[in-house]
């Protein structure tokens, strides 16, 4: 069975901090890994890794996979309060383009 | 582009009843999914769609039943709601071709309670 779990589960911090979210996948014919962030309703695209070592980045915000430790991470810099949502990771199983979830980091971020 | 779009936003339901959540996408995609999400539990897929005609069940199908008659409708049907389906289901979609998995876009979810 294909698994996503994700640490920590909740976060607060202040602003200005930088936070490391942490993803570890065990998943059959691993394909890639995706990252996405949910404020109050949808979730959102962040970002999508295939290839490890590889740095991607928008903002303050960059991710990074290690397919050598089935894992990845994603670092925001600088925070601030509208960064405050919880951050799913999540990746497609084998032979199929259904995604597994991970329950998500709740991050608060506070002035 | 409205993207994903659900109807209805919030709705309450008494044990026993059903209800249709409707899903509409206009990206032309060829995969759907129905998600439910519990508090704290992440997202749980119910269905999903390789296109029209043709659908699977995920994780937690239980008590749902879907149809994808075109390429831009997935309606979820619930048959005698029950409490244990009081959960927030979200609706997405993702292109899909040749083996290349492509990120999932999602609709803003409906909110069930069932009491």
């Known amino acids: 069975e294909d698994k996503v779990v994700q640490s920590p589960l909740s976060l607060v911090v202040h602003e200005g901090d930088t936070v490391t979210l942490n993803c570890s996948y065990e998943?059959?014919?691993?394909?890639?890994l995706l990252w996405y962030k949910q404020e109050k309703k949808a979730p959102t695209f962040l970002f999508m890794l295939?290839?490890?070592?590889i740095e991607k980045k928008s903002g303050r915000l960059s991710s990074i996979l290690d397919k050598k430790e089935l894992s990845s991470i994603l670092n925001i810099t600088a925070t601030q309060t509208g960064d405050s949502a919880i951050y799913l990771c999540?990746?497609?199983?084998?032979?199929?383009?259904?995604?597994?979830f991970g329950k998500g980091t709740k991050l608060s971020v506070i002035p | 582009n409205a993207g994903v779009t659900q109807t209805p936003k919030f709705r309450i339901l008494k044990i026993g009843q059903s209800m249709t959540l409707q899903c509409t996408q206009d990206?032309?995609?060829?995969?759907m999914y129905w998600y439910r999400q519990d508090p704290g539990m992440g997202l749980k897929l119910i269905y999903y769609?390789?296109?029209?005609?043709?659908?699977d069940k995920g994780e937690v199908p239980n008590g749902y039943n879907v149809s994808r008659s075109t390429t831009e409708d997935f309606p979820l049907r619930l048959e005698l709601a029950a409490p244990s389906q009081t959960s927030v289901y979200f609706c997405?979609?993702?292109?899909?071709?040749?083996?290349?998995?492509?990120?999932?876009?999602f609709g803003p979810g409906t909110r069930l309670t069932v009491l």
């Open positions: 997405a979609s993702s292109y899909s071709a040749g083996g290349y998995y492509n990120e999932q876009f």
């Open positions: 998943v059959t014919n691993f394909r890639s």
């Open positions: 295939t290839s490890s070592g």
């Open positions: 999540a990746a497609p199983g084998a032979g199929s383009y259904q995604l597994t």
């Open positions: 990206m032309n995609h060829n995969y």
């Open positions: 769609s390789v296109g029209a005609g043709i659908t």
